[in-house]
């Protein structure tokens, strides 16, 4: 029996789980491809980034940096039109290429997705970093 057709939800989920897995290889070019043009991202205790400033922080980050998840979970994603919201938790080890100190980070987000020449694009992504390490985490 075919597979039914993918949900435009599952294609919402498909975008997250990419970028995750280009943050975990440090594939930039992958990373690149899921953004929309005017992408903007929010990072936790840092200004909002956008356009080169956004590639080139991007960039920087996954060439000195190995990501380790120890999980990244969808949760909601409501679709909309052509902008779609999902929603996430993660809990992630980020370790410095030059062996400097690990950051162990965990929180929840929000990605914001527009659907562009049939593909759906990140635009949005807003996410924050609890104050405290979780025991038990690396």
């Not at 597979?3 to 290889?25: I, K």
């Not at 991202?41 to 080169?52: A, D, F, I, R, V």
């Not at 999902?86 to 527009?114: F, H, N």
Request: aromatic share 8%; charged share 20%; proline share 7%.
């Amino acid at each position: 029996m075919p597979h039914p057709l993918p949900t435009l939800e599952a294609e919402v989920q498909a975008v997250a789980e990419d970028e995750s897995h280009a943050l975990s290889t440090g594939d930039i070019e992958l990373y690149l491809s899921l953004l929309a043009d005017d992408a903007v991202y929010h990072p936790p205790n840092s200004s909002p980034k956008s356009g080169e400033a956004l590639r080139h922080w991007l960039t920087e980050f996954l060439a000195n940096h190995k990501v380790e998840w120890q999980h990244f979970t969808p949760g909601e994603t409501i679709v909309g039109g052509e902008l779609a919201t999902l929603d996430y938790t993660y809990a992630m080890v980020s370790t410095p290429k030059d062996e400097g100190e690990q950051l162990i980070g965990y929180g929840k987000g929000m990605i914001v997705c527009r659907r562009e020449h049939g593909t759906w694009k990140i635009v949005r992504n807003i996410w924050n970093a609890a104050p405290h390490q979780r025991p038990g985490m690396r």
